[in-house]
């Protein structure tokens, strides 16, 4: 065959960077001789191969699905079991509280955004209530985990620029985060 393609061929099982078991993709005919078809990864597209590996749409929809799915589930694991660590500096008339903006559900959820990677909407948040005091806060999400239990975010809210126990003759401030 003339240029740089091999066959089309479907997908024996998912191969990185190539496509899914079931598609039809072009490769370099290299490749396809020395690395995928020796070891069982890919077939070339013979109407036979076609027939015997390829997958219907609504079997490749099926797959996808099921793999969204996992992914979503994995994602609402992760916000039930993780935490959020959000640092405000200490009012100097009460040491509970502190100086400067509440934190409110659009800091959680920026500061979601950045930790864990996990982007919320602010429909997720069931209350629009602000933490005004430093601990530990349970915020209730309008997410539901496959067993029907509802999701409650983790959010600690510390000081900023604690002191740091260190050895005698040297000092130091934490850095804090903020949100």
């Known amino acids: 065959?003339?240029?740089?393609?091999a066959d089309m061929y479907p997908g024996?099982?998912?191969?990185?960077?190539?496509g899914r078991q079931g598609d039809?993709?072009?490769?370099?005919r290299g490749r396809m001789r020395h690395e995928l078809y020796p070891v069982g990864d890919a077939a070339y597209a013979t109407p036979e191969n076609i027939a015997k590996y390829a997958?219907?749409?609504?079997e490749k929809q099926s797959r996808d699905a099921n793999a969204q799915e996992g992914v979503l589930e994995k994602?609402?694991?992760?916000?039930?079991?993780?935490?959020?660590?959000?640092?405000?500096?200490?009012s100097s008339k009460d040491p509970e509280?502190?100086?400067g903006p509440t934190v409110s559900p659009e800091n959680?959820?920026?500061?979601?955004?950045?930790q864990m990677g996990i982007q919320l909407d602010p429909s997720h948040f069931l209350t629009?209530?602000?933490?005004?005091?430093?601990?530990?806060f349970k915020v209730p999400l309008n997410l539901r985990l496959p067993d029907d239990r509802q999701i409650e975010l983790t959010v600690h809210v510390d000081r900023r620029n604690k002191e740091v126990q260190v050895t005698p003759g040297t000092s130091a401030v934490a850095a804090g985060r903020s949100a």
């Open 1 to 5: 065959m003339a240029g740089p393609f």
């Open 12 to 18: 024996m099982q998912d191969v990185k960077g190539m």
């Open 24 to 28: 039809v993709v072009q490769v370099k």
């Open 55 to 58: 997958l219907t749409e609504a």
């Open 75 to 90: 994602l609402l694991w992760a916000l039930s079991k993780k935490s959020v660590i959000l640092t405000r500096r200490a």
């Open 97 to 99: 509280r502190f100086v």
């Open 108 to 114: 959680i959820r920026k500061s979601v955004l950045r």
């Open 128 to 136: 629009n209530a602000e933490i005004k005091s430093y601990g530990t």
